[in-house]
């Protein structure tokens, strides 16, 4: 391999990455990214090509060296700085370029695929403002020559103006085409029916391309329950309350409240076996990030690439962001959340809820209201988990407030503080309250013990209901029609174990 000797002249300096007052706008780093990833996964080429258009770079080797790429992928040949070097050595351009060592720099930048749009955006935008500022410099010239027509200068200006506006709609690029799809593939190929990375079809906890949020007050569990989520993505567990979850390639764990209380709550989960992949699938970033997600919306896609990871944590939201109460922020946080989401990261957040609300009885139903912060935060989430109890309570309850598909519980579950393990009350699973009822139930009189007692209202016995019609569609219930009410009264449809239900479990 070449060693990596001293860049030549042409090549920017660590000092030159900006233009000075009298250079036109332009960003090395960026363009460097590009070609970067653009040898580690030639796809990606077919990404950024769109969005760069012609003639973007600035620097004339970043333009020689995107060429050959171009013609590498043209052809199906890899795009790797080895076989990109004997490209360049054969056109006669690979010392003009920097030599074999700087082809190996821009393949060793320490920027993932994921990010290549966005940098490749910077590269097109700084190429249009060039434009601009040729075309301004050209009018300046015109306009001081001896005899200038302004009516002609005007004309001019237009017309450069409405061809580079053209040229822009034209090339696919950015903001107008960048991620607009025709409306069979938009229904057919984003994910709408994929698989949930936590729970069931029919009752889905996560959904891919949503984020998922727990909320609940300090101390009641919140960070046990993720952690093995967390560990359930990893392949070190299955399940999670006794639903699946779906498998991730890398984990990007942001432990930004508290992180050594954070290391010692994961410890409870951890063994000597799982060092390799504690190692090589979990990075964790320790504190403050950089800068508040809501400052810098590609923050956060960018870490998600930079640490090749496909799924974040967010722990917790409230060291995310420059203040929690500010609507505008709110939505300047959530289009961060969209743009890591829509590169293909999932992501999970914790959160806190009202302080006025964190000694509410046991098992009294929360709502979306509760939770700190300006309403678009929940707004934005896909699911939100509400966990109620007391601060280091082992027996909580877990609502779902807001739900892909199938709502699920509430759930009564017992954390283990020893094991970092949670587990499902069965006295509140609808299935065994059904089977131990002889005379069946009603929807009303199972949302009463779903409740905790009292009178369910209007959504809590339909929700009831909707558990009591999945019972019925998995051939695990049977359900016998109510009559309406009269001289004699009505009754009310009642459901029952059915045989295979009873035999299953006898």
């Known amino acids: 391999m070449p060693q990596r000797t001293t860049l030549p002249s042409q ?23 590009v070609l970067g990833a653009c040898m580690h996964k030639a796809d990606t080429i077919d990404a950024v090509r769109p969005i760069l258009g012609d003639e973007a770079f600035y620097r004339p080797a970043h333009e020689t060296i995107w060429r050959a790429l171009l013609a590498q992928h043209h052809e199906d040949k890899p795009t790797d700085p080895i076989v990109l070097n004997e490209l360049l050595q054969q056109q006669g351009d690979l010392q003009r370029v920097g030599g074999p060592a700087y082809v190996f720099q821009l ?36 306009a001081q020559e001896p005899g200038a027509d302004p009516e002609a200068i005007r ?7 409405r061809a580079e506006r053209e ?40 959904a891919p391309g949503e984020s998922l949020m727990i909320v609940g007050a300090p101390g009641v569990g919140k960070t046990t329950l993720a952690h093995q989520v967390v560990f359930a993505r990893l392949g070190l567990q299955e399940t999670v309350l006794e639903m699946p979850v779906a498998p991730s390639r890398r984990v990007l764990y942001l432990a930004m409240d508290r992180p050594k209380q954070i290391a010692k709550a994961m410890k409870r989960r951890v063994f000597p076996t799982d060092e390799k992949i504690l190692r090589d699938r979990l990075v964790v970033w320790q504190g403050p990030l950089p800068a508040s997600l809501d400052k810098e919306p590609d923050l956060l896609a960018d870490l998600a690439a930079a640490h090749q990871a496909d799924t974040i944590v967010i722990d917790s939201l409230k060291d995310a962001v420059s203040t929690m109460v500010d609507d505008s922020l709110a939505v ?36 979306l209201d509760q939770v700190y ?5 929940v707004s934005g989430a896909g699911s939100v988990l509400f966990v109620t109890g007391k601060a280091g309570d082992p027996a909580v309850t877990l609502h779902h407030l807001k739900s892909p598909t199938g709502e699920i519980g509430p759930l009564d579950v017992t954390h283990d503080h020893v094991r970092g393990t949670t587990t499902v009350d069965p006295t509140k699973d ?4 059904l089977r131990n009822a002889p005379n069946g139930l009603t929807a009303r009189e199972l949302a009463a013990v779903l409740i905790g007692g009292g009178d369910p209202d209007r959504a809590d016995v339909e929700k009831a209901r909707r558990h009591l019609a999945r019972l019925v569609d998995s051939g695990l219930a049977t359900k016998a029609d109510g009559i309406a009410g009269g001289t004699g009264g009505g009754q009310q449809t009642r459901y029952y174990a059915s045989a295979r239900h009873l035999t299953a479990v006898g």
């Open 11 to 33: 090549t920017p300096s660590r000092f030159d990455e900006g233009p000075t007052p009298t250079e036109p706008p332009f960003n090395v780093d960026a363009e460097r990214a």
């Open 107 to 142: 393949a060793d930048m320490p920027y993932g695929t994921g990010s290549a749009e966005y940098h490749a955006e910077i590269v097109r935008q700084k190429a249009d403002l060039r434009r601009l500022l040729a075309s301004a410099v050209r009018t300046v010239q015109r």
């Open 155 to 161: 004309s001019e200006v237009e017309a450069e103006v």
């Open 167 to 206: 040229r822009a709609l034209a090339s696919g690029q950015g903001r107008l085409s960048r991620f607009a799809i025709d409306g069979w593939a938009f229904v057919n190929e984003t994910g709408a029916d994929a698989e949930p990375l936590w729970g069931t079809r029919d009752k889905t906890v996560w």
């Open 332 to 367: 300047a946080f959530h289009n961060a959340r969209n743009r890591a989401l829509r590169n293909g990261a999932e992501i999970m957040e914790l959160h806190h809820q009202r302080k006025a609300t964190a000694d509410a009885p046991r098992g009294q139903r929360p709502s």
């Open 373 to 377: 912060g300006s309403t678009w935060y």
């Open 430 to 433: 609808p299935a065994v309250l």
